[in-house]
Every structure is written in C-alpha cells, then in structure tokens.
C-alpha cells in the first residue's frame, strides 16, 4: 500500500521542478497551473493581434506604402513570426529547457513592442501626416524610419520565436499521460487553448481596432505593449506551480539518427516484439519513473486510423476518445476553408456589382452596403479556424517524440510562417501576370473597386480543393500513433 501511495504522489512522465527535483502530483502542474497559461494567451494574443490586425491601415495612411507592397510586407513579416519558433524550439528542447527559453523570448518580445510604440508615437519616426488620397503625393518614410519600425517588428518576431513553439507545450506538460484523469484533462486543455487565443483576438480585431482608429496609434499600440508584461507577470506568478521536463539535447541528430536508420534497415520486416523497436533503452525510462508501456506508445501501438481499440469505458460511439479523429477535425477545417473562400468570392463580386451600379469603379469610392456582409465569411474563418487549428496543435504535440516536444508543436507555426510567405508570393505574381498586356489586374494598389478580387478568391477555392485531394492522399497512408488510455493498475503491475 505504501508503494501505492508513493506512485500516486509522484507524476510519472519524468518531468520535475526548476531545481531538477521530482514532481509530487498533488503540489504542481494539472489545471491550477495551466490557468496561468491560459490566461497569459488570451493577454499575449491580444498583444500580438492588436499590433497585426490593423497594421496594413499604419502601413498604408502612416507611412504611405501601396497596397499591394504593404500587404507583402505584412504577410513576410507573419510569415516571419511563424517561422522563427523553429529556432526557438531547438534551443527550449537541446539547451535551456521550454521554461528558461520562454523567459529569455518574453524579454526580447517586450522590447520589440517598446520600440514599436515609440516608432508610432515619436513624430521624428515617422513621416509628416499627409491627407492626399493618393498615398503615391504623400511624402515617404525616410530609411531610418522604416529602419526602427522594422527593425521593432522583426525584434517583436524574435521573440515570438521563443514564447509561440514553448508556451502551449508548457502548458501541456503539466498533465501526466500516465495517469488516466490527467490524460483526460490534456485533451480539453488544448480546447481551452485555442479559447484563449479567441477570446484575445476578438478584443484584439474590435477594441483595440476602434482605439487605433479613432484615438491614435499611440494608445492603440501602447495598450498592446500593457497587455503583454501583464501576460508575462501572470505567467510568472505561476512559477511555483509548474512542472518541467529536462531538455533532452539536439533533436535535429536524434531525426537524422532516425532517417539514416531507417534507409539502412528499410527492408528489414516490422517486428512483432515492441521492446525490438528504437527510442530509448529500458533503463533510460526507468530512471526517469516511466514504464515500459511507453514502448506500446511509440512502437507497436502503431496502427492504422480506426483500427486500434481502446478499453471500452473509454469509447464514445465513434470509438476515439477525442470524438472524432484529429485527422478527420483537420479534414472538416480545410473543407470549412473552401467554404470560406467561396462565400468571400461570391460577396466580393456582389460588392463590385453595387459598385458598378453606382458609378463607384473608377473613383474608388465607399460603396454602399453594410460592412455585416463580410461577417459569414469572418465566422465560418473562425470554425475553420477552431477546427484545423487546435486539431494541429494537438497533432505535432502529441505526435512528436518525448525528447522533441516544443520542435514538434514549432512545425504547426512553421506551416503558417510558410503560408504567408507563399500568400505574399501569390499576392505578388498574380498582380503582376493580370496586369500584363495593358489589362486591369486582379489587385489594384489604389483601387478596389476597380479590381476582381473575386477572381483572386476563387483562385484559392481551386488551390484548397488541390491541397484536400493531397491530404486526403497522406492521410491514407499515414499510420496514427495510439492514444494511451492506461489504469493505474497497469502501472504498478509494470
């Protein structure tokens, strides 16, 4: 019984305090520590898309940029932020650990939104107000300018790097996957995750947006710059009640062990035994106070999606403790974003058509219809959005090897960093093919109304459907990693 008890008290996924201690369950980690994580988003989102979501009105009326040259500088700059967390990942899982590398990013994220709010509210950094509605006679920022006010996003970007990959891994730690209760409350955690992150962006996109608009950058950027040390504070007043987990050194040499192993073996049959699969020997998890089930986890428990079992008092009626799985929330988002660009087009070319009715085309004037419009389509974003992305998140976390975890949740933002970067790509070449041979393109610089973004929409529900036939094909090949839904029983007989 003594035995018994010692188990219960301790966590048994190997993850300790700052110290290097081992964790008693009962004074670290579950849901009174992950509150401070899911608090710290919703402030840190906030933060983030106070600075993002109106930045193109800044880019364009303040430092007098076109269209479509601001666009692309936004979406490199997004693509940037979603880029960078791979590095910060490697350093959280091979040097400082998740939490040490959070710490030092936060304080480089701080600085960034510093200085970006000085760039938006010191006159010498920026140039002279200008109501031409041309923005191409107003007089351009000057190189130093644009150098501190890049120079603040891009620091801003660094950042993100550190705190993104490590924050929602962080926060998944403290849920032991070995014990069942816990278990369970890891898969809503990630729920509660992407609530967050919502609930940031909708004050975001509404509050902070009017303040920029209609009180002046200075507020609408300063009060971003608030949010996140207050996100960060909370963060640390959490402190005491994390668990971490030890990096694990560089998993770039454990993934080329992996690869050369695999092209040397690769004709080798696929054992029955699952103690005759590569991660770490049995001593390794011993020390740590894992079992050997962890084998079945990463090993055998292959099989393909819907064939393997889990105990029935675990099962809904679809047989996958989640409901449904993450593969297929992942096929309802993309499905749901072809959707969304379909209902974008066909509102988009109802607006030039009131357009054109009202001689609006040419002069580029406000077109008269409510801007509630565009809010289907801003919804089923968010479904889509609610669906693809907390499946993702929980994708790379849970499907990442234990010593990868933080490189493994970085791919998701890696995905996103390279969409903007193709968006910008895209945006790029199209205006420029559909503007050949004397025709009006696509996207015009000055002019909306004189543009088709109807066309440029509906030439993302063609690249969409393209990208659900390929994941489609993946997902028939692809071999899903079991859940472990293991008793306490099971643990202590092992």
């Known amino acids: 019984m003594a035995e018994e008890a010692a188990l219960d008290e301790y966590t048994q996924d190997g993850t300790v305090d700052l110290k290097g201690n081992p964790v008693l369950r009962s004074r670290r980690g579950g849901w009174k520590a992950c509150w401070f994580i899911v608090v710290y988003e919703i402030f840190e989102r906030m933060a983030y898309y106070g600075i993002s ?23 490199n700059w997004v693509g940037t932020i979603w880029m960078t967390p791979i590095l910060g990942a490697y350093v959280a899982d091979a040097h400082l650990g998740r939490y040490w590398t959070f710490i030092v990013a936060s304080v480089i994220y701080m600085s960034g939104m510093s200085l970006l709010t000085l760039a938006v509210s010191l006159p010498s950094l920026k140039p002279p107000r200008c109501l031409e509605p041309n923005v191409e006679n107003c007089k351009k920022a000057s190189t130093l300018q644009l150098a501190v006010f ?7 970007a660094v950042g993100t790097g550190g705190t993104k990959p490590n924050i929602s ?7 032991d996957d070995f014990d069942p209760k ?8 990630f729920n509660w995750w992407m ?3 919502f609930t940031g962006i909708l004050f975001a996109s509404t509050v902070l947006v009017y303040i920029q608009d209609n009180f002046g950058w200075s507020l609408g950027y300063g009060l971003p710059t608030l949010g996140l040390a207050v996100s960060i504070m909370i963060f640390l007043a959490g402190t005491p009640l994390y668990r971490h987990k030890l990096p694990a050194g560089s998993p770039f040499t454990r993934m080329v062990r992996v690869i050369v192993a695999a092209i040397r073996k690769w004709k080798v049959p696929l054992p029955n035994d699952p103690k005759d699969l590569y991660e770490l020997d049995l001593e390794a998890y011993a020390k740590k106070g894992k079992v050997n089930t962890l084998f079945v986890k990463q090993g055998m ?29 992942m096929g309802i988002g993309i499905v749901t974003i072809i959707i969304v660009m379909t209902v974008a087009s066909l509102t988009e070319r109802y607006r030039l058509s009131v357009a054109k009715e009202h001689g609006l085309v040419e002069n580029g004037g406000q077109v008269p219809l409510t801007v509630f419009i565009l809010l289907p389509q801003y919804v089923l974003m968010g479904i889509a959005d609610a669906t693809l ?14 010593s990868m975890k933080s490189l493994g949740t970085s791919y998701h933002t890696t995905s996103l960093g390279v969409g903007n970067f193709l968006s910008s790509f895209l945006l790029s070449t199209v205006s420029h093919i559909t503007e050949e041979h004397g025709h009006h393109g696509w996207i015009q610089q000055k002019n909306l109304n004189a543009s088709h973004l109807d066309y440029y929409y509906a030439f993302f529900v063609i690249l969409n459907f393209l ?13 899903y990693k079991a859940e472990i839904w293991i008793q306490k029983k099971t643990l202590r007989k092992n």
Do not use: C
């Open 195 to 197: 609530f967050s992150i």
């Open 389 to 402: 992305d907390v499946a993702k998140i929980e994708f790379f976390y849970d499907h990442a090897p234990e």
């Open 467 to 479: 990208n659900l036939i390929f994941f489609l094909v993946v997902v028939k090949f692809y071999v």
């Open 169 to 175: 891994t962080i926060g998944a730690d403290q849920f």
């Open 182 to 189: 816990e278990k369970a409350h890891k898969l809503s955690f």
């Open 150 to 156: 890049y120079g603040a996003l891009y620091t801003l």
């Open 53 to 75: 979501s109106n930045l193109i009105l800044y880019l364009t009326k303040k430092l007098h940029q076109g269209a479509v040259t601001s666009s692309n500088n936004i979406t």
């Open 301 to 329: 428990t292959l099989e393909s999606i819907g064939s393997f079992e889990i105990p029935a008092g675990k099962l809904r009626w679809t047989k996958n403790p989640r409901g449904i799985t993450l593969l297929q929330r």
